[in-house]
């Protein structure tokens, strides 16, 4: 009888490795990873994992911070609140609403012979730098009962003027910033306004999170 797979943590919350890693099977990440990774297994990096790597893996699941190109021999799955700074080569790749990316996605034909087989003839992604952004995110939520406030409306002032909208789980986001302060104001129907400033100081992502009143 064939065994099936186990989920191993490797990395469990607060914790620091750097390096190379192979592994057999399914491995979650939620600590934070630099180096690079190379696995005929499944790599799941969960909502606190944060990985610094280039990632050559059979299955890949994003729920937390990778910032390093992925290529995955059948699927990549980026799930909210999920953020991808890097690009992604595999057969099939799905990306969630409500998630940051920032890259480019190459889709090929699934090996054969153990061979992978880019459209194009194009060379593999794994030697390119990982790209990096600046961008605000954030969820906004009801003050008293903690729920996420759908339709909020979410206005960035700094450089220019930005508006977006929270999606159903109150998540919001705003990218390619530009260096300097920001000054954030979220109104939502039945609530009152919140508003707060961000000082952006280098690239990367900041988060920010509102609780808004009811009026």
Request: aromatic share 6%; hydrophobic share 35%.
């Amino acid at each position: 009888m064939k065994k099936k797979n186990k989920v191993i943590t490797f990395l469990g919350q607060d914790t620091e490795f750097e390096g190379r890693l192979n592994f057999r099977g399914t491995i979650r990440i939620d600590g934070h990873f630099r180096g690079e990774i190379r696995s005929g297994g499944n790599l799941i990096v969960g909502e606190d994992g944060i990985i610094e790597a280039n990632m050559h893996v059979e299955h890949m699941v994003v729920k937390g911070e990778v910032h390093g190109n992925i290529i995955a021999e059948k699927r990549v799955d980026v799930l909210s609140p999920g953020k991808v700074f890097g690009n992604i080569e595999a057969p099939s790749v799905v990306i969630d609403e409500g998630v940051i990316f920032e890259g480019k996605t190459r889709m090929y034909r699934a090996r054969d012979n153990d061979k992978s087989v880019s459209l194009g003839g194009q060379e593999a992604l794994e030697q390119e730098p990982p790209p990096r952004i600046t961008a605000i995110y954030g969820i906004v939520r009801d003050q008293e009962t903690g729920d996420p406030i759908r339709n909020a409306e979410v206005v960035c002032k700094g450089a220019n003027e930005l508006k977006t909208k929270t999606n159903a789980s109150g998540y919001y986001e705003q990218i390619n910033l530009r260096e300097g302060k920001w000054s954030l104001v979220v109104r939502a129907k039945g609530y009152k306004k919140a508003k707060t400033k961000v000082l952006i100081t280098g690239k990367g992502t900041h988060e920010q999170n509102f609780q808004l009143a009811p009026k």
